[in-house]
């Protein structure tokens, strides 16, 4: 069973599975030799690493530097957050995916929301086209990626966000989309809803007030991931241990005893 198999084995289990969302490669090794079965990039994360805001403000070719080198330090399956796609078109989505999965990435996420000052849901019938046009390409060429699309409706805070996520989720379903992934969807009921809508797996991420982990499995959640949380706990991790060494004028905060 190669990379690819086995992550779409893991979107299969009665359980679900909680993905590291790496920003590096030391952090990808972490989460592996911690015994986390998958990763992936977290979009929030490898950009603030590289000192750039969220929002494809850090360069596609930086990410896929990343990934290369990612995919050769580490066995278990690596999927890449492409935001947007890092392009307005399906034809150059399709390229920057295609780069990906040559340097090894099993795994794709796209949304439906476009980086910028002000980020809206784009048309759902519109992107419902483009997912299908990005699916079919996956199919003809063979490509071993698993396509996850995210949908932003929660995240955005909308008042009508499970409405509005629950007509999406079946457009992108029979447009080609291989899993769904809800961000800032926290409601027991609401997460029960979006699973039993559509076929598809049903990713959700770190958020308060998220049920643990065995009332996610019980809702029938198949994927968990960290987003950017995990990431921003180590930097303010790394502000207390930098602020201690200058104020307690020593090195004894930081060295093992």
């Not at 750039?52 to 990934?67: H, K, P, Q």
């Not at 909308?158 to 961000?183: C, D, H, Q, W």
């Not at 699973?195 to 049903?202: I, N, S, Y």
Request: charged content about 15%; proline content about 3%.
């Amino acid at each position: 069973m190669n990379s690819y198999q086995t992550f779409l084995q893991l979107h299969q289990g009665r359980s679900p599975f909680l993905l590291g969302n790496i920003w590096d490669v030391n952090s990808a090794k972490i989460f592996a030799a911690n015994g986390y079965k998958a990763i992936g990039t977290s979009s929030h994360a490898i950009a603030g690493s590289n000192g750039y805001d969220d929002g494809e403000n850090i360069s596609f070719e930086t990410i896929l530097r990343v990934a290369k080198r990612v995919v050769q330090i580490v066995s278990i399956p690596f999927t890449v957050d492409m935001e947007a796609g890092y392009s307005r078109t399906a034809k150059g989505i399709n390229a920057n995916i295609e780069k990906l999965h040559d340097a090894g990435v099993v795994g794709i996420n796209l949304e439906d929301t476009i980086p910028g000052a002000a980020r809206k849901l784009v048309d759902t019938a519109l992107f419902g086209e483009t997912i299908a046009a990005i699916a079919g390409h996956i199919s003809r060429k063979n490509l071993q990626v698993f396509f996850n699309i995210r949908t932003d409706a929660f995240l955005l805070g909308m008042p009508s966000a499970l409405e509005e996520t629950l007509a999406r989720i079946k457009v992108y379903e029979n447009a080609g989309a291989g899993g769904i992934f809800i961000p800032g969807i926290t409601g027991k009921t609401a997460i029960a809803e979006v699973v039993q809508a559509g076929r598809l797996p049903v990713n959700v991420m770190c958020m308060p007030g998220l049920p643990d982990f065995d009332e996610l499995e019980l809702l029938g959640v198949k994927r968990i991931s960290m987003g950017g949380f995990f990431y921003n706990k180590i930097y303010e991790n790394v502000q207390q241990l930098s602020s201690a060494v200058l104020s307690g004028n020593n090195f004894s905060s930081i060295i093992h005893q």
